[in-house]
């Protein structure tokens, strides 16, 4: 038997990482907005049984990007842990905090442990509170970090990208078609600054809604409301610059007309080395699981 | 994998296994000693002294279904409560009703509730209502070894089956066999007398109000003979909780408008102490 190569410890890390994230690139992006009345989910997803995204508890939704059964794996254990945590003590004390620890100590604990591959995922974790200053959300990428995240948040292939390009324009307090449009918005852009249509049908939305009368306030949005809520009427088009595009009867243009300005601005972003960014946002943070890195 | 997964605070291997939807079957791998079924009892003599719940009622109608329950716990000759809540939401489209042994009552739906729920995450898909009423029978067969020492708990189970698009009512006995009854049903120890009274009022054609009005009727029967079943509480203003299931869900009947019931059938009754009269032949 031969002796095997030394392999540095910041090289094998940096495989693995490199190796989670090509896989989580694979997958579309999807991203997670606050609204005035919570917290919306939208992603692009042509099956309608395979869901990205899904209640875990009452006030507690989860979104996933990358590989399928590894995080719907994480998905149903997040069930388990919050409905247990639930049974055990009472349904206010199962909080999205919790949820995000355990997962991070599950990603980081197997991202580091040499017997196993690493998890293709970069999971999303939110709860809606019952004012917006409540709301909380954290993304968990691949590593076991926890990122704590306001306003809005996108995982999945260029999430860099869509991010930066959802930074700009989201604003507290948009209403649901305001959100739901500037998502879509940030979705259909593709990588070299282009446009694409995204269909109603190929749309997963859902949201956690704090004005939902029923105590579980997951519900996701199909059919007639969601194309009701697409179908732009004038007030809900693009946010940041409003009163420019209200003569405009179709919410859709000002958009593309804007791509074009934006492009090269959005594409140095992306330009960034991407392992900077988690590890940077991460730093401060109190809640951030340092798992060794 | 982990020698102790305990102390990387990770999830426990148990957490991440594919395969049940079930909460129970998952609680019955991670932690046994949490279902109620699982314990272990003292060998103790004779009865245990706790509060007991008393009559449900349910009804059946065209559009869905009521369940009702009466609001007094007792323990012995004692009334132990009087103002508990015996009728509980299952989940969207169906409703439990309990008597027996309130505390282990309580559990179980609370149980029952959450299994529901956890199916519902898990599958993207509610349970079927035969599937609901099943898991309920097994929950009250593991409760056996406690109703033997008097500790029963036997529900009436109350839902709308949205494949048939009908309000189904089914009654369970304390070893968890499970009976689907047609119009009408109740359990506990004012049953009988609900029974009758609503065997003489009941029809196929009830509106929802009518349905509402005859379980408010039939607890008021079971209240004048059974003296463990509580009448309507004028002066403290407790009244039975009715609850209604149609195609649109779950209901929960306000505490105004089963007043108003209640109060309306008090008035008739001052004159009719027996209440309505069914033809005789």
């Known amino acids: 038997m031969s002796t095997p190569f030394y392999v540095s410890p910041q090289q094998a890390m940096a495989d693995r990482a490199e190796y989670a994230r090509k896989g989580i690139a694979r997958g579309r992006s999807l991203v997670v907005l606050q609204y005035a009345d919570g917290i919306v989910f939208v992603g692009e997803n042509p099956s309608r049984a395979l869901h990205k995204f899904s209640e875990i508890y009452d006030r507690i939704g989860f979104a996933a990007a990358g590989k399928y059964n590894e995080y719907e794996n994480l998905r149903i254990g997040g069930v388990r842990y919050a409905d247990l945590r639930g049974y055990t003590y009472d349904r206010d004390d199962v909080t999205a905090r919790g949820l995000a620890n355990v997962y991070a100590q599950t990603l980081g604990t197997i991202f580091s442990s040499a017997g196993e591959k690493p998890y293709e995922v970069e999971l999303v974790v939110a709860e809606v509170g019952a004012t917006p200053d409540g709301d909380q959300i954290y993304r968990l990428p691949h590593d076991g970090s926890i990122v704590d995240e306001h306003g809005s948040v996108a995982v999945g292939g260029s999430s860099e990208q869509i991010s930066t390009y959802l930074d700009q324009r989201h604003r507290d307090g948009m209403s649901l078609a305001e959100a739901l449009k500037l998502a879509v918005q940030a979705l259909s852009r593709d990588t070299n600054g282009g446009e694409r249509e995204i269909p109603a049908e190929r749309l997963e939305v859902a949201v956690l809604d704090r004005t939902r009368p029923q105590q579980r306030k997951f519900k996701r949005i199909v059919g007639r409301q969601l194309s009701r809520l697409l179908e732009a009427d004038g007030a809900a088009s693009t946010p940041t610059d409003a009163p420019s595009d209200t003569e405009e009867p179709d919410g859709a243009t000002p958009a593309p007309a804007e791509a074009p300005s934006e492009a090269p601005e959005v594409s140095e972003t992306t330009e960034k080395p991407e392992t900077k960014a988690p590890e940077g946002k991460d730093s401060g943070k109190p809640d951030g699981k340092d798992t060794g890195k | ?281």
Do not use: C
């Open chain 2, 1 to 281: 994998m982990e020698a102790n997964p305990r102390s990387t605070g990770r999830l426990p291997a148990a957490f991440l296994t594919p395969g049940s939807s079930s909460f129970m079957d998952f609680l019955s791998h991670h932690s046994p000693d949490m279902l109620p079924g699982k314990r272990s009892l003292p060998p103790l003599q004779g009865a245990i002294e706790a509060p007991h719940g008393t009559t449900i009622v349910a009804v059946s109608f065209p559009g869905g279904v009521v369940l009702a329950g009466d609001r007094r716990a007792t323990m012995g000759n004692m009334i132990a409560q009087r103002d508990i809540e015996k009728v509980f939401p299952a989940d969207e489209y169906s409703a439990v009703g309990i008597a027996g042994t309130a505390g282990l009552a309580v559990e179980m739906v609370k149980l029952f509730q959450l299994e529901l729920e956890h199916f519902e995450k898990v599958e993207g898909a509610q349970l079927s209502l035969e599937g609901k009423a099943n898991r309920l029978s097994t929950m009250i067969r593991s409760n056996l070894a406690m109703a033997m020492q008097g500790l029963a708990v036997v529900p009436l189970f109350a839902g709308w089956d949205v494949d048939r698009q009908k309000g189904r009512i089914f009654s369970y006995d304390v070893t968890g066999g499970r009976s689907e009854e047609v119009g009408y049903a109740s359990t506990g120890s004012g049953s009988i007398f609900a029974r009758g009274a609503m065997k003489k009022l009941y029809r196929e054609d009830l509106t929802e109000e009518q349905a509402t009005t005859l379980v408010i009727q039939a607890l008021y029967d079971a209240a004048d003979d059974d003296s463990a079943t509580g009448g309507p509480d004028v002066a403290r203003r407790i009244y039975p909780i009715v609850t209604v299931i149609t195609d649109e869900g779950f209901r929960r009947v306000s505490d105004a408008e089963s007043a108003e019931i209640a109060r309306a059938i008090l008035e008739r009754r001052l004159e009719q102490p027996d209440g309505p009269r069914a033809a005789l032949l």
